[in-house]
């Protein structure tokens, strides 16, 4: 099983519908993020978290929420999806002992269309 | 203008060719760089990590970095099919906080 779980893979939905993406993870790390990637933009950062009482906005946290129910689990919903929310999202889990290396671990993408 | 730029490719080179992938930015305060490597519908790993200005060399792949022109760069040697994929550079000056490049299409014909 993969150390970090996305769920769902592939959503495809209609404006105006609310939508939340899954993430659990099982490397034990305390920090957990979402990302959005667009063609040509590379991975924004949306949302982080350093521990379950931590929630950050990142650059484009406009449309979204999230939640920390568990160190294990990170969500991300979207409370009323527009086209332009069409991306790719990862998931992304990191330990405090690598803070200088930068290394984060992703897992394998939720692909969302909103029509 | 983005704070990283990276040349988004595609690229496409021979199996066994040496191949350069470059970024620039331009926040001077970045200290930490690295260089993810993504395959087709995957997350993207990690690859390289580098502090600082200098090089690094790991196997068949050496990250150079520049900071006096604010450019890194990553060479693989005797480039095989298996390196295909789409490279992120990134950056930091607080640790896990990383700001991407738009990555590079890498593709290597057998």
């Known amino acids: 099983d993969a150390d970090v779980t996305q769920t769902p893979r592939n959503r495809i939905t209609k404006t105006g519908k609310r939508i939340m993406l899954e993430c659990s993870q099982t490397k034990g790390h305390d920090r957990m993020y979402w990302y959005r990637q667009d063609p040509g933009l590379g991975l924004r950062l949306i949302y982080y978290s350093f521990d379950v009482k931590d929630i950050n906005k990142g650059e484009i946290s406009d449309g979204y929420s999230v939640s920390r129910q568990a160190q294990a689990k990170f969500s991300l919903s979207l409370e009323s999806a527009i086209p332009n929310q069409t991306a790719l999202y990862f998931c992304a889990t990191s330990d405090f002992s690598d803070r200088d290396t930068g290394e984060l671990f992703f897992g394998e993408g939720s692909r969302l269309t909103v029509l | 203008q983005k704070e990283v730029e990276q040349d988004p490719g595609p690229l496409s080179v021979p199996e066994g060719a040496i191949v350069s992938l470059n970024c620039t930015y331009s926040n001077s305060a970045f200290q930490y760089f690295m260089w993810y490597r993504q395959y087709s519908r995957k997350g993207p790993e990690l690859l390289m990590y580098?502090?600082?200005?200098g090089n690094k060399e790991d196997g068949r792949f050496t990250a150079q970095v520049d900071k006096s022109s604010k450019y890194i760069s990553l060479f693989i040697r005797d480039s095989q099919p298996s390196d295909s994929a789409t490279y992120l550079c990134?950056?930091?000056?607080?640790?896990?906080?990383?700001?991407f490049g738009g990555g590079t299409r890498l593709m290597v014909k057998p």
């Open positions: 580098t502090y600082s200005s």
């Open positions: 990134a950056m930091s000056n607080a640790g896990n906080m990383l700001t």
